[in-house]
């Protein structure tokens, strides 16, 4: 989770930087081509998840580790020369479907296919990782991802300063790529003792039957996110412009902090929930669960909308059109997601992921319908509109399937706790954002960045200290809490929380 964390701040921090040495149309181009190729890796027919799982149950087979890492990187090129008709249809049109000055219109095409061959490259390369994936060597891989993405902006900057101009992306990926390459190889030969691949002609059939027929619900699991988090920006180019696709991804990059840093506490629930084969411990663990992912959630979400006007001119020097409103319809969305985290985890702990994949499915149908309708309309407003309409539907219709399936009721299973949050944190974001946006007028750049720390900051406050006093905190919840705590903290908090003074001892 900290690396991911890490990542994200690094991304946060170079964003505004990036921003004004491109300028806006520049880096909406950018994000418009990462956008479009990110479709490319998603059509993988569910292997990336499949071969994590076959080398988790082949670690102590060699030959068989081979197999699947040779099949992964043959796969997966296979997969990137398949797919070049589609790209050279995509390169035709983008000076086409994305209005651009003319210095970006000579460089987008030769960009577009560097970053093409960077992301297949990647992909080859996955299949390695997912042998470190299958032995949970989780802190080499997060050092190796926080390295490399330094490496990536570092070589952006350079470039950028001698001009590069879109290319100074193409070269910082590629060089994040081939380091990321060169460790994977190295640890997989120490791994394997020597030789990595095995002939293509003696893998069995069988193992490629049974890597595709696993990954068939994850690749509907993978197109369905690919269209709900990532047609947005794509759709914003098409019938807002490149600079509002900035606009949207200075909103996206600070409101999905929101989505995936609740969603990153929540990895050891998976192995936990799979052990449990009582029904009423699951139901009690999802509504706990979902209650603590709720918490954090919605106290994020209020602190970032309660202080936004300040936060976005501290950070960026400035402040946009309708950012408050972009920045809303994201929230409401992702919070939306959120409340599904859990019970996603559950069904594939309880191996039961067929409903998770319909709930995807649902969402991105709906979501990419009323986009379309909505964005000739109403532009970028328009497509959030719409994400936020298949968000919602998406996730009505998922819990609807979820609490027949847990036996719960919508009053047990969401609302007793929903509602108290929401009574605890709407008023404060009203009253935040309202001071938030009169300071941000005068303010400067760094007294708005203070400032909205210190909005933030009282949200956060004001919120728990209401929830308190509406009884949101039980006394299960001090119980899981208390021992991980040191003891001189753990008076202080059991009386915020309300619960009963902790034992002394």
Not at 298 to 311: K, N, T, Y
Request: glycine share 10%; aromatic share 12%; proline share 4%.
């Amino acid at each position: 989770m900290s690396a991911q964390i890490g990542t994200m701040v690094i991304g946060l921090v170079m964003l505004p930087i990036l921003v004004h040495m491109m300028g806006s149309v520049a880096y909406g181009v950018w994000v418009v081509i990462s956008g479009l190729l990110g479709y490319f890796g998603v059509f993988d027919f569910g292997l990336g998840g499949a071969f994590v799982a076959q080398l988790a149950r082949q670690l102590s087979d060699r030959q068989a580790l081979r197999q699947i890492i040779t099949l992964g990187v043959l796969a997966y090129g296979f997969i990137g020369i398949a797919l070049i008709p589609i790209g050279f249809f995509i390169a035709s049109h983008l000076n086409t479907w994305f209005p651009m000055p003319p210095l970006l219109k000579s460089q987008v095409i030769p960009v577009f296919w560097l970053v093409y061959a960077a992301s297949f490259f990647n992909l080859a390369m996955n299949g390695m990782g997912a042998l470190i994936n299958a032995l949970q060597w989780m802190r080499w891989q997060a050092i190796l991802r926080v390295v490399t993405q330094l490496l990536n902006y570092s070589i952006v900057m350079i470039a950028l300063v001698l001009h590069q101009g879109l290319y100074a992306f193409s070269w910082g990926l590629w060089a994040s790529s081939v380091v990321v390459g060169i460790a994977y190889v190295l640890k997989v030969w120490h791994v394997l003792e020597g030789r990595l691949f095995y002939p293509p002609w003696r893998i069995p059939g069988s193992l490629i039957t049974s890597l595709l027929s696993y990954g068939g619900w994850l690749q509907i699991n993978n197109v369905a996110n690919q269209i709900i988090y990532e047609t947005d920006r794509i759709l914003t180019g098409i019938y807002a412009g490149l600079a509002w696709v900035t606009i949207y991804q200075i909103n996206y990059k600070l409101g999905n902090t929101v989505r995936r840093i609740p969603l990153s506490l929540m990895g050891a629930l998976l192995p936990a929930i799979s052990r449990v084969t009582d029904d009423h411990r699951v139901r009690q663990a999802y509504v706990d669960a979902s209650r603590y992912l709720g918490l954090l959630t919605f106290l994020m979400g209020s602190a970032l909308m309660a202080a936004l006007p300040l936060l976005i001119k501290g950070w960026m020097g400035r402040n946009y059109p309708h950012e408050s409103l972009v920045f809303l319809l994201l929230i409401i969305a992702y919070v939306s997601s959120n409340l599904t985290g859990i019970g996603t985890t559950v069904l594939r702990g309880q191996l039961r992921p067929q409903l998770t994949s319909y709930y995807t499915a649902v969402t991105a149908v709906v979501k990419l319908s009323m986009s379309l309708m909505l964005a000739p309309h109403f532009g970028l407003l328009g497509i959030l509109v719409g994400s936020l309409i298949g968000s919602i539907v998406g996730s009505l219709y998922f819990l609807s399937r979820l609490f027949r399936v847990l036996q719960l009721t919508w009053w047990s299973g969401l609302g007793h706790w929903l509602t108290r949050l929401a009574v605890a944190t709407i008023p404060i974001v009203w009253i935040g954002h309202q001071w938030a946006t009169a300071q941000a007028r005068t303010a400067g750049r760094i007294e708005s960045g203070f400032l909205g720390v210190g909005v933030a900051a009282f949200a956060v406050a004001s919120s728990l200290l209401i929830l308190r006093l509406a009884h949101f905190f039980e006394i299960r919840d001090w119980d899981r809490i208390a021992p991980l705590l040191p003891a001189k903290w753990r008076s202080r908090l059991a009386v915020m929380m309300g619960t009963p003074h902790p034992d002394p001892r």
